[in-house]
């Protein structure tokens, strides 16, 4: 990592964790079979307690579907903001509360 010719692989960028706050776009062309050339858009919403009353600004009609991601290597590390809560078992209780939101009815949801 050191080293001024260092290039991280793809393997590197998947185990990339930043604390995020507010929110990203990314835009992603691709062609796909079938179907042409289709625009995806990712919408990177900070994760902390004190982001999420933020989401809801973010959820439009049109949103066809939403990715929920959850680090599955903090199952031993505690929250940021209390560090008593584990990191796990918040997600998987947030995530319950992202589906049963009225706002994602009818919307598929992928973990």
Known sequence: ICDEKYQPSFDDYLRIR?????????RIRATI???G???FEFTDVGGQRCERKKW???????????????ALSEYDLAL??????????E???LFKEVINNR????KTVLV
């Not at 940021?80 to 078992?89: A, H, I, P, Q, R």
């Not at 706002?103 to 009818?106: G, I, L, N, T, Y």
């Open 37 to 39: 050339e289709c625009t």
């Open 91 to 93: 997600a998987l209780n």
């Open 33 to 35: 079979e079938g179907f």
């Open 56 to 70: 809801m600004r973010m959820v439009k009609d049109e949103i066809q579907a939403v990715l929920y991601v959850v």
């Open 18 to 26: 930043t604390r995020t706050t507010g929110s990203t776009i990314e």
């Open 80 to 89: 940021f903001e209390d560090n008593k809560t584990n990191c796990l078992v």
């Open 103 to 106: 706002f994602f009815h009818k």
